[in-house]
Structures are given as C-alpha cells and as structure tokens.
C-alpha cells in the first residue's frame, strides 16, 4: 500500500487502506471490464486452472494455507486461486472473464466446486460462445467431464498415467492408461476407451501425446470424431495462455507481495489486477508483451 501511495499522486497509504477495507468489490467486476474489449469467436475456448500466490514468509495473513504447488513440486503456504479464461484461437488473444479464491475454511468449496460454478455462469449466464474447455489432470474428474458434454461442449484434458481404462470393449480388465498397447494406426489416429466408473455407453477418443523425450500426455476427448494426434496436441496447445497469463499475473503485477492480513483486503488486490489484465485491447497477453519488451 506504501509502495502504491508513493506512487500514485494524491493518495496516501491509509487512504489506500481504508479503499481496500471499506469498499466490496466483486468477480463480476472482471466480466464487466472483460466484455467491454473480449473478441468471441464460435471455436472459442474456455480455459481452466489453478495457481497460489506465494506467501512463504506469511504467519498471519487470513486465506494464507499450506497447499501443493505443481512449480514447486511441493507443499507450500499461498492464497490458491482459480481462473478461467476465454481464448480467442482465431486470434490468439486471451482474457480473465472469472476467477474464485480457494479459501475451503471460508465457504467450504472445493476447486471443482469453483470450477463448475464458473462452468455454469460462463455458458449459461454469460453466453460466450465455446466450443472446447480445456482443463489439465487435477480436474479431469468424471464430474466435469460429464457435465461438459451434458452442456453439449467438447473437453480436451490429460489423464494421470494410472487412470484405469478399458480399450477392449469389456474383454479385459481394466488397466493403467500408461500400460495400454498401441498400434501404429492407433499412434496417429488415437483409441477408443472407456473410463473406470464411467456410464457404460460413455466413451471418449484417447491419444498418446509425446510432448518430449521423457514427457508423454494421455489425452481424452468427447469428440469422437477427433481422428489425429496432431490436431489434438493442437487443440490442447490453447490450455497453454492460462499458464501464461500466470506467468504475467506475477511477473508484472506484484500480487504476491500484498501483505494485508484481512481476508477482504488481500481480495481486493486480486480483482484491481484482473480488471487491469481485462482492460487492454489488444488482449492481456499482447498487453504484456509490450510491456516486457519496454524493461
């Protein structure tokens, strides 16, 4: 708040303190600054993930809890949140249209909870047009995956390499999707399957993704009629800008250094910096862009 004062004319810190534990500001502000400048497009895509602000020195910060970080490949103290993006593949351009703050103690909401509510209010109430969401292991549950195709949209997502699956139309048991055997048709054009627990009539298309010598993706789709690997790792490349707008979110923006202690003013931070990422025109990601290049 000091930091902010100084440079901005005409405030002071207690002004800026007082602002952050007075006023309420909500994540239907992001969609308000999001529509003015968002570019939809009919193959648009709906993006989901989670990151945690780091606040490893923090004993007395309220939403501040030990969670698991995929960066640091361990357990961390952070405030976790969960962001959705709208990509715009024809252009490239991407925007934060929601976000929740994973605070379980508050509202006792899971990260699939949030997931399924902004879900929901992306398609239903905000009407974007989509017709892809992406999202990486941690949500690949049968519960997503069944409702987006009930919301009659298509999913791309990795699975775990243990997931139990069957590609022998019940003749064999179930095994981990990393011991399967592939031909070479089924190298290149991908494998019927059906997932453990899954509907009997619900079957998804599975494609072996080799990302690098020593990483390989199980992805699944609903869309059957999905026929290469290719075009799926293409499909799955878009799930890429949310880690980029990560990057930037941190990067750029100095969230991670607010050191408020309350809950409603550690929120309020957040929603500036998503309304200040929804406010450029030519997208956040090009926003940022420019201004990396400027240091």
């Known amino acids: 708040m000091t930091n902010f004062a100084d440079h901005i004319q005409g405030s002071s810190h207690d002004a800026v303190k007082r602002y952050l534990e007075m006023d309420k500001l909500t994540a239907n502000q992001v969609w308000e600054h999001a529509q003015r400048d968002i570019v939809v497009s009919p193959r648009g895509c709906i993006v989901f993930d989670d990151t945690i602000l780091d606040k490893a020195h923090s004993h007395h910060i309220e939403l501040v809890r030990r969670q698991y970080s995929g960066n640091a490949h361990g357990i961390i103290k952070g405030i976790g949140l969960v962001n959705c993006l709208y990509v715009n593949p024809d252009t490239g351009e991407y925007w934060p249209i929601d976000y929740r703050?994973?605070?379980?103690?508050?509202?006792?909401?899971?990260?699939?909870?949030?997931?399924?509510?902004?879900?929901?209010?992306?398609?239903?109430?905000?009407?974007?047009?989509?017709?892809?969401?992406?999202?990486?292991?941690?949500?690949?549950?049968?519960?997503?995956?069944?409702?987006?195709?009930?919301?009659?949209?298509?999913?791309?997502?990795?699975?775990?390499?243990?997931?139990?699956?069957?590609?022998?139309?019940?003749?064999?048991?179930?095994?981990?999707?990393?011991?399967?055997?592939?031909?070479?048709?089924?190298?290149?054009?991908?494998?019927?399957?059906?997932?453990?627990?899954?509907?009997?009539?619900?079957?998804?298309?599975?494609?072996?993704v080799?990302?690098?010598?020593?990483?390989?993706d199980w992805v699944v789709t609903n869309d059957l009629a999905q026929d290469s690997t290719q075009g799926t790792q293409d499909a799955?490349?878009?799930?890429?800008?949310?880690?980029?707008?990560?990057?930037?979110?941190?990067?750029?923006?100095?969230?991670?250094?607010?050191?408020?202690?309350?809950?409603?003013?550690?929120?309020?931070?957040?929603?500036f910096v998503w309304n200040a990422t929804t406010s450029s025109s030519g997208g956040p990601g090009q926003r940022a862009d420019r201004q990396i290049a400027e240091l």
């Open 101 to 208: 703050l994973f605070a379980p103690e508050q509202d006792g909401k899971t990260k699939l909870d949030h997931v399924r509510e902004m879900l929901l209010n992306a398609i239903a109430s905000k009407a974007l047009p989509c017709d892809r969401v992406l999202f990486d292991t941690w949500y690949a549950t049968q519960e997503l995956m069944l409702l987006v195709d009930g919301l009659g949209k298509r999913f791309y997502c990795p699975l775990r390499s243990n997931r139990l699956v069957d590609d022998s139309e019940g003749e064999r048991p179930y095994r981990a999707v990393d011991s399967l055997l592939w031909s070479a048709h089924e190298l290149n054009h991908g494998k019927r399957i059906k997932i453990k627990k899954f509907p009997r009539d619900c079957k998804v298309k599975l494609f072996r």
């Open 236 to 271: 799955c490349a878009l799930r890429w800008k949310i880690e980029q707008f990560h990057r930037e979110l941190k990067q750029l923006t100095g969230v991670e250094k607010c050191q408020c202690r309350k809950s409603r003013m550690q929120r309020a931070p957040c929603r």
């Open 210 to 216: 080799v990302v690098s010598s020593n990483r390989t």
